[in-house]
Nanobody, 121 residues
Framework: QVQLVESGGGLVQAGGSLRLSCAAS????????MAWFRQAPGKEREFVAG????????SAADSVKGRFTISRDNAENTVFLQMNSLKPEDTAVYYC??????????????WGQGTQVTVSS
């Protein structure tokens, strides 16, 4: 069982930056693929970025490539999402997710409660 708690959301102007954090409880954190998803009002939840258990492999949606970076600190059981050059269309609730797997995918078993990111124009 893994519990996830996100932090770091907020209001930022377009072009600004935010860093989201997700703290995980439980053991064997490095056995879990971690990911960030987001859901904007009236839209479906979408994959943003994922990272393998070791941190050696990452994946990101085309819409955020070159602007967002996912990373993890296995010693601290934490995954991060560094978001730069933010756009109003990045406004959404951002969710941290985990799955016990070797591969980054789209199906996850554990979810955080979400953190709001709002980008003003």
């Amino acid at each position: 069982q893994v519990q996830l708690v996100e932090s770091g959301g907020g209001l930022v102007q377009a072009g600004g930056s935010l860093r989201l954090s997700c703290a995980a409880s439980g053991r064997s954190f490095s056995s879990y693929v971690m990911a960030w998803f987001r859901q904007a009002p009236g839209k479906e939840r979408e994959f943003v970025a994922g990272i393998s258990g070791s941190g050696g492999s990452t994946s990101a949606a085309d819409s955020v490539k070159g602007r967002f970076t996912i990373s993890r600190d296995n010693a601290e059981n934490t995954v991060f999402l560094q978001m730069n050059s933010l756009k109003p269309e990045d406004t959404a609730v951002y969710y941290c997710a985990a799955r016990r797997s070797r591969y980054i995918g789209m199906e996850y078993d554990y979810w955080g409660q979400g953190t709001q990111v709002t980008v003003s124009s």
